[in-house]
């Protein structure tokens, strides 16, 4: 970390009198270089890793050990799904964060409307309370709800995942949505009203609309999370795997590069999607100018 | 009904599924997880609620190593996240131009790479015959014996590095808050670069360092995987003895005294933090 003394931001020594002149120039151009090596650093240490899965992914290994590079192959890359296990436990992972998802989006979304819209007794209250699973460390969340299921004899598995899921995934979607509502004009929807709307229509046919992409991306900020994690999980999954968990599990005999092909293939896909959402939103957005010419 | 009834009730009728969800899978748990935690027994003949408040002193004594080890790596990891994400956000907010986008696609993008993986990856990147290893024996860095690989710098790397995102994201979004007209005119005003960096952009930029700086310490003081993964037992932390005491060795109320002294400890710390940065909101300034 040999560049940390020429980017630490208070770079120029006191002055009394405001830059000027080619020498202030320099040291500008020195300060703004400085940062965006130190960025291209910081970005580099966040990719490695990832490069180094996807790397290994093509690696010619010989059984499950795969730490040391063999040589180029696609073989891993034919049949990713070949080992059973593992494939339970990435069905597993999808459907937990399909079920969760939908009930945190559905009961987040409707909590966050009433926070925003209503001022009621005891909003604030609430409020502090939604907050409360986000600033608990996941392995006291986590510990918590298993210690709860082994005093009600209930056994643990994929629904208790499920539940879980819910529990710390519906706050994220509280602040997302809210978020959304809190800069929303509310002179449209009281227009509907005025024009003779009923509360149900203005819902269905102003409000939705309007926070839809708030709550698609709070839908996906919950499946990001859900599929990905791996304390929580550890403590109320009993016998059902997951994929995180599989990985973890894994490590003791090597990961099997299989994972690495799932884990670039999902990269992929979630590259793909953002690439697609943003092809859609800047044609709807040469639409709009082309409509207003 | 009548109308004025129906207004009240409304607000509670939408609140009402999640918050009955939470106060069942939350609020409860951790209630009960109190009343587990003074229980005594043995995992054979069960538990019973005998009010033992000693095992929070025994959990605490036995386990004060890895408390303080908890503490320390959260810290300290929080400390460089903070280094190396305030000028990424610095610079991704009022240098980057038509990069920005890209950028914060760049920050996010990794999360979409399983986090365990990752880990897994930097076991691999760091082990014993790597190239970074050799290269630090090479330039004197580590003795030629030295390992990176369950070593404490590992576990902190690996924590450091797993939770960057969450301090660079709230700081960018403080940062780029700031009218860059306020900077000119602090400037204007015959103040130093450095005297308007100190007195204009960090103040603005304290909602982002507290944001931060939270999302990044309670994750990473429950943290067990970086040092499962990346450290040995001489590594552990609190969350490692939680989770093992929980699942494998089933000493119930122990491993509750600790999670509930954990819960305790961060939300004590919170409170002090924001005192400290005399932050007014707390749930504002933390979303």
């Not at chain 1, 939908?102 to 409707?110: H, N, Q, R, S, V």
């Not at chain 1, 102003?206 to 791996?230: C, K, Q, R, W």
């Not at chain 2, 960057?164 to 005119?185: C, G, N, S, T």
């Not at chain 2, 400037?187 to 990044?216: H, W």
Request: charged share 15%; with cysteine.
């Amino acid at each position: 970390m040999s560049a940390v003394t020429e980017v630490t931001p208070p770079a120029p020594a006191e002055e009394t009198a405001p830059p000027s002149g080619g020498s202030a120039r320099t040291r500008d151009r020195l300060r703004h270089g400085g940062l965006a090596l130190w960025s291209v650093l910081a970005l580099l240490y966040l990719f490695i890793p990832v490069f180094i899965v996807v790397l290994f992914s093509f690696n010619d290994n010989q059984g499950r050990f795969n730490f040391t590079w063999q040589g180029f192959t696609f073989r891993h890359w034919a049949d990713p799904f070949a080992d059973p296990d593992l494939a339970k436990a990435l069905t597993n992972s999808v459907e937990i964060a399909l079920i969760s998802t939908a009930i945190a989006t559905a009961l987040g979304t409707f909590m966050a409307m009433a926070l925003v819209r209503y001022r009621f007794r005891g909003r604030s209250t609430v409020d502090f309370f939604v907050f409360m699973p986000l600033s608990s460390p996941e392995v006291v969340l986590g510990a918590a709800l298993l210690a709860m299921f082994l005093t009600l004899n209930i056994n643990t598995g994929f629904v208790t995942v499920v539940i879980a899921h819910v529990m710390f995934t519906v706050s994220y979607v509280v602040v997302t949505v809210k978020a959304r509502l809190e800069g929303m004009d509310r002179h449209i929807e009281e227009a509907a009203m005025d024009l003779g709307a009923t509360e149900w229509t203005t819902f269905r046919k102003v409000t939705l609309p309007m926070i839809a992409p708030g709550v698609a991306a709070a839908a996906m900020l919950a499946a990001a999370i859900s599929f990905d994690d791996y304390v929580i999980t550890s403590f109320n999954a009993g016998q059902t795997q997951t994929f995180p968990l599989f990985i973890f599990g894994a490590t003791r005999q090597g990961v099997p590069a299989e994972v690495n092909v799932l884990a670039t293939m999902l990269l992929l896909g979630v590259l793909l999607l953002m690439a697609g959402n943003v092809l859609i939103q800047k044609s709807l957005a040469r639409r709009d100018t082309m409509r207003a010419d | 009904m009548s109308l004025n009834t129906r207004r009240k009730l409304l607000p509670w009728l939408f609140i009402g599924p999640g918050l009955l969800w939470l106060l069942l899978f939350f609020l409860y748990p951790l209630l009960n997880q109190a009343s587990v935690s003074l229980m005594t027994g043995n995992p054979e003949q069960g538990y019973d609620l005998t009010w033992a408040f000693h095992n929070y002193w025994d959990a605490i004594s036995e386990y004060k190593e890895q408390f303080g080890r908890s503490i320390l790596y959260a810290g300290v990891s929080t400390l460089l996240c903070l280094i190396i994400g305030f000028p990424l956000a610095y610079f991704t907010a009022f240098h980057a131009g038509r990069w920005k986008s890209f950028i914060l696609l760049l920050i996010i993008l990794p999360f979409f790479m399983s986090y365990v993986l990752r880990t897994v990856a930097w076991q691999l990147i760091l082990s014993d015959d790597g190239t970074v290893v050799s290269f630090f024996r090479t330039i004197g860095l580590l003795g030629d014996d030295g390992r990176l690989l369950a070593s404490r710098t590992a576990v902190i790397a690996g924590i450091t590095y797993n939770f960057l995102p969450f301090m660079a994201l709230p700081l960018y979004v403080a940062l780029e808050k700031i009218d860059p007209r306020l900077l000119e005119a602090a400037t204007d005003l015959y103040a130093s670069r450095t005297t308007a960096f100190r007195k204009v952009t960090v103040p603005l930029a304290l909602p982002g360092i507290f944001a931060g700086s939270l999302l990044t310490f309670i994750p990473a003081c429950g943290d067990f995987i970086n040092a499962a993964l990346l450290g040995t037992p001489q590594q552990y932390m609190i969350g490692n003895v939680i989770q093992s005491k929980f699942l494998n060795i089933l000493d119930y109320p122990q491993a509750a005294a600790l999670s509930f002294t954990l819960m305790l400890f961060i939300l004590v710390g919170i409170f002090l933090y924001a005192r400290l940065l005399g932050t007014r909101n707390l749930t504002e300034a933390a979303i």
